[in-house]
């Protein structure tokens, strides 16, 4: 099956600075890739995502960037705030031996991300 | 419009005890998921239903029962709970596989 491994699991940056989260995955069928932001106590939520067609993504200050050749994705956020401070997960869609993924996600271990004010 | 609903919002069981995780989606969504979420391993899938009438097992699916009971309803039955199923539980839903998944808010279970 599919295997999500996510880095760093903890990050601190400065108010201002960029901040980096990385996954690889394994299943080279699999297609798609968002990135989920969860605040303590609180249930996960899309930030965004991207598919396998598309090499990178950007929202405002939030961006995403896919490598099929290597099996990794990126995360990068710009001008970091404190309410940016919480837990991301990346994900990826697998897929079965017929390749259909019935929107399944593997989660990588997420990242605590601070930013320091 | 309410998203994703799951209850209860927490609960305490004794081990060997049985009760079912309620989840309900008013988005019209055809595809609902169970995953588990444990401090340092992200959230785990547990069962899911592609679609009304099918489930599935996921990751983890060991203790654990489903039934999508209609197109908007969709929950998870521990049969006899063990310490080993302490954990947040999220319902989750989405319209197709490669769009947004919806997660509700989720539950807290303990088992001692």
């Known amino acids: 099956g599919e295997n999500v491994e996510q880095h760093p699991s903890t990050l601190s940056v400065q108010e201002g600075d960029s901040a980096v989260i990385k996954c690889t995955y394994s299943?080279?069928?699999?297609?798609?890739f968002p990135w989920y932001k969860q605040e303590l106590g609180k249930r996960p939520q899309l930030i965004i995502d991207i598919r396998s067609n598309v090499g990178e993504k950007k929202d405002q200050r939030i961006a995403v960037t896919l490598n099929k050749t290597a099996k990794h994705f990126s995360l990068h956020i710009t001008e970091t705030q404190p309410e940016d401070s919480a837990v991301y997960f990346c994900?990826?869609?697998?897929?079965?031996?017929?390749?259909?993924?019935?929107?399944?996600?593997?989660f990588g271990q997420g990242t605590i991300l601070t930013v320091h004010p | 419009n309410a998203g994703v609903t799951q209850t209860p919002k927490f609960q305490v069981l004794k081990t060997g005890q049985s009760m079912t995780l309620q989840c309900a989606q008013d988005m019209n969504h055809n595809s609902m998921y169970w995953y588990r979420q444990d401090p340092g391993m992200g959230l785990r899938l547990i069962y899911y239903s592609a679609s009304e009438g099918t489930t599935d097992k996921g990751e983890v699916p060991n203790g654990y029962n489903v039934s999508r009971l209609n197109k908007r309803e969709f929950s998870l039955r521990l049969e006899s709970a063990a310490p080993s199923q302490t954990s947040v539980y999220f319902c989750?839903?989405?319209?197709?596989?490669?769009?947004?998944?919806?997660f509700g808010q989720g539950t807290r279970l303990t088992v001692v």
């Open positions: 994900a990826a869609s697998p897929t079965n031996a017929g390749g259909t993924s019935y929107g399944k996600l593997t």
């Open positions: 299943d080279s069928a699999s297609n798609y």
């Open positions: 989750a839903s989405k319209v197709s596989p490669n769009t947004e998944a919806f």
